[in-house]
């Protein structure tokens, strides 16, 4: 599976984004997909995943509330809207696919390479 996640940038504190993660040489309908992300002198941490379905979603609680996934499994895509960000949520932000619904990076198999989101305040 190879992913590739776009539409990071710069944005101000309280402004909004909306990260796509796009396959290509597979469908996407049998796989869960998480987004994670890591800033500077961080860990990877995982953000956000919905399963191959689309029935179950999770958030870590550092986003709740702020930020949505979503997947549209016709077009092969996977969105993550966020809103309200705040300086602490500048990072590479990562797409990745996997065969469960986890927010664990050992449980994905498929990376793509990360877009960077900046969020000044």
């Known amino acids: 599976v190879q992913l590739q996640a776009s539409g990071g940038g710069l944005v101000q504190a309280g402004g909004s984004l909306r990260l796509s993660c796009a396959a290509s040489?597979?469908?996407?309908?049998?796989?869960?997909i998480g987004w994670f992300r890591q800033a500077p002198g961080k860990e990877r941490e995982g953000v956000s995943c919905?399963?191959?379905?689309?029935?179950?979603?999770y958030y870590s609680d550092s986003v709740k509330g702020r930020f949505t996934i979503s997947r549209d499994n016709a077009k092969n895509m996977v969105h993550l809207e966020m809103y309200s960000l705040k300086p602490e949520d500048t990072a590479v932000y990562y797409c990745?696919?996997?065969?469960?619904?986890?927010?664990?990076?050992?449980?994905?198999?498929?990376w793509g390479q990360g877009t960077l989101v900046t969020v000044s305040s």
């Open positions: 990745a696919a996997g065969v469960q619904t986890s927010t664990i990076a050992r449980d994905f198999t498929s």
């Open positions: 919905i399963s191959s379905s689309g029935s179950s979603t």
């Open positions: 040489g597979v469908t996407l309908d049998y796989y869960a």
